[in-house]
Structure formats: structure tokens, C-alpha cells
């Protein structure tokens, strides 16, 4: 998705660039996520707010040849950047188009929905949530991954931490969206009517590495948002930025992600 008043993060390459870092992070556990959906060859499968289309290239991947995956996301940039490393990689079976995912329309013709990161910054996510069921068959899978932003860490805490964790929590609810709704998603899940409600949580912690790499790209991330809803100056953001990345570089410091709580369920055949 692209910079609007509902999005906190920029888009762009430079939110492309802050992705690639988060899937690279994310790759373990969102992969054992999809391995319990029981993805199998000739699926169709959507993905949405798909970014920069790493989820979508390996449900590609997992569903050839017969199956299609496609992904939709509001920014065009990170589409067109996704496409060209589809066509690199030789992937046929998969297809992006420019959709705002509160407006996804369209007959039931998937056997999967998968949205990662998206409903944290809508306003109606039980309206989108509504919407994603319209695309699915009977008998298909609704497989959610969100965050719980109550549940990031950092030890020892510090001030530039705090500062980041107010200003994320602050303009994403700016924008109408929910920093923690994690903790409520299998109940939003459930109240959708699915059968076989499955949820798992998991954490991206780490003294080293990318996993603590994410604070200060995300702080970088919102900071047009922060400073359009006059949270903090330029010369704070960047002061919190260089603090966030220098305790990243101590490896006697521990980074824990927010808690990501992953749901899925069945549509019921009939």
C-alpha cells in the first residue's frame, strides 16, 4: 500500500526497501504458517496488501503449476517492482494488480485468502474482513497474520524505544487503525463464521541480526506521518533513529518484535 491518510508507513521504494528486510525476518515463521494451510498444486490464492509480493511469490511457488496466485496492493511502485522480480525469478503462475484492499470486489473464486500486516491499519476491518470472505469458496481458507504492538520489546528499555513505541501507537490510531489488534483477531475471525479456528503466536526476537534492524527502519517509516500530525521534529525523529540503530549494533541488547498472532479457519461448505 501507498502513503494515505489510512496508511501510517510509507510506501514507495523506500517502504519497499524497509519490507524486504521484514520479509527476510518474517521468512521462518510466516513459512511454517502457510505449511499448516496444506498448500497444494492447482490452488488459486490471494494475497492481500501484498506489498511488495514476497507472500505471493511463494504461494506461487507452493501451488505450480496449476494453481495462480495473485496479489493485490494499493502502491503502484512496489507492484511494479514486484512484478519485474516475478518475471526474474520465472514465475508464471502469479499476477498483481492495484486494488485498495477496503475495496476488494469480486466472485468467490479462491481457495485462499491470506493478508499479513493489513487489518492493523484499517478503520472497519470487520468490513474487509467481510469483503475477503466474498472471495473465497466453500470450504476455503482465511489465513490472517497481525500484530500485537503491546508485545514488542526492547531490554534494556530505553528512552529512544519508548518515544518509538508512543509515535507508532499514536499514528497508526491517527489513521483509524488498531496497533494491537492481534489480541483480538481469532475473535474477529470466529465472528466471521468460519469453522476449525486454528491461532499461533510468534515473536521475532534477537540479539543480532535484521530482526533488530526493524525499530529504526520503522521509526525512518513513519516519520512523514509523525510529523504531519505534529507528534515530533525532524531532529527528534533523527535522534531516536540513531539511538534505536546503535542499541541494534550492541549485541548485550535484545530486540523483540510485537507479538504476531496468525488465525486461520474454513469457510463452511455450505
Same mark, same amino acid.
Given at each position: 500500500?501507498?502513503?494515505?491518510?489510512?496508511?501510517?508507513i510509507?510506501?514507495?521504494?523506500?517502504g519497499?526497501?524497509?519490507l524486504?528486510?521484514?520479509s527476510?525476518?518474517?521468512?521462518?515463521?510466516?513459512?511454517?504458517?502457510? $505449511?499448516r494451510?496444506?498448500?497444494?498444486?492447482?490452488? $488459486?490464492?490471494?494475497?492481500?496488501?501484498?506489498?511488495?509480493?514476497?507472500?505471493?511469490?511463494?504461494?506461487?511457488?507452493?501451488?505450480?503449476?496449476?494453481? =495462480?496466485?495473485?496479489?493485490?496492493?494499493?502502491?503502484?511502485? =512496489?507492484?511494479s517492482?514486484?512484478?519485474?522480480?516475478?518475471?526474474?525469478?520465472?514465475?508464471? $503462475?502469479?499476477?498483481?494488480?492495484?486494488?485498495?484492499?477496503?475495496?476488494?470486489?469480486?466472485?468467490?473464486?479462491?481457495?485462499?485468502?491470506?493478508?499479513?500486516?493489513?487489518?492493523t491499519h484499517?478503520s472497519?476491518p470487520?468490513?474487509?474482513?467481510?469483503?475477503?470472505? =466474498?472471495?473465497?469458496r466453500?470450504?476455503?481458507?482465511?489465513?490472517?497474520?497481525?500484530?500485537d504492538?503491546?508485545?514488542?520489546?526492547?531490554?534494556?528499555?530505553?528512552?529512544?524505544?519508548?518515544?518509538?513505541y508512543?509515535?507508532?501507537?499514536?499514528?497508526?490510531?491517527?489513521?483509524?487503525?488498531?496497533?494491537?489488534?492481534?489480541?483480538?483477531?481469532?475473535?474477529?475471525? =470466529?465472528?466471521?463464521?468460519?469453522?476449525?479456528?486454528q491461532?499461533?503466536?510468534?515473536?521475532?526476537?534477537?540479539?543480532?541480526?535484521?530482526?533488530k534492524?526493524?525499530?529504526?527502519?520503522?521509526?525512518? $517509516?513513519?516519520?512523514d506521518?509523525?510529523?504531519?500530525?505534529?507528534?515530533?521534529?525532524?531532529?527528534?525523529?533523527?535522534?531516536?533513529?540513531?539511538?534505536?540503530?546503535?542499541?541494534?549494533?550492541?549485541?548485550r541488547?535484545?530486540?523483540?518484535?510485537p507479538?504476531?498472532?496468525?488465525v486461520?479457519?474454513?469457510?463452511?461448505?455450505?
Open positions: 500500500m501507498t502513503e494515505t491518510p489510512h496508511y501510517a510509507r510506501g514507495g521504494l523506500p519497499r526497501e524497509r524486504r528486510v521484514l527476510r525476518v518474517m521468512l521462518e515463521s510466516t513459512s511454517s504458517f502457510l $505449511n494451510l496444506d498448500l497444494v498444486d492447482g490452488l $488459486n490464492c490471494l494475497d492481500v496488501g501484498c506489498g511488495g509480493g514476497d507472500v505471493t511469490r511463494e504461494l506461487a511457488r507452493r501451488i505450480a503449476p496449476a494453481g =495462480k496466485a495473485v496479489g493485490i496492493d494499493l502502491d503502484a511502485t =512496489k507492484l517492482v514486484a512484478q519485474e522480480e516475478a518475471r526474474d525469478l520465472g514465475l508464471s $503462475n502469479l499476477e498483481y494488480r492495484q486494488v485498495d484492499v477496503r475495496d476488494v470486489a469480486g466472485p468467490p473464486e479462491y481457495d485462499v485468502v491470506y493478508s499479513r500486516f493489513v487489518l484499517l472497519n470487520e468490513a474487509v474482513l467481510s469483503s475477503f470472505l =466474498k472471495q473465497l466453500p470450504g476455503g481458507i482465511l489465513a490472517l497474520e497481525d500484530i504492538f503491546s508485545g514488542s520489546f526492547a531490554w534494556p528499555e530505553t528512552g529512544a524505544f519508548r518515544r518509538f508512543e509515535l507508532y501507537s499514536t499514528v497508526v490510531k491517527n489513521r483509524g487503525g488498531d496497533p494491537h489488534i492481534g489480541q483480538r483477531l481469532p475473535v474477529l475471525v =470466529k465472528d466471521c463464521g468460519l469453522e476449525s479456528i491461532v499461533s503466536v510468534v515473536q521475532p526476537t534477537g540479539l543480532t541480526g535484521e530482526v534492524l526493524l525499530n529504526g527502519l520503522t521509526m525512518e $517509516n513513519i516519520a506521518a509523525v510529523l504531519a500530525d505534529g507528534l515530533a521534529s525532524t531532529e527528534e525523529i533523527d535522534q531516536i533513529v540513531d539511538e534505536l540503530n546503535a542499541f541494534a549494533a550492541d549485541e541488547t535484545v530486540t523483540g518484535l507479538r504476531i498472532v496468525q486461520w479457519g474454513r469457510l463452511p461448505q455450505s
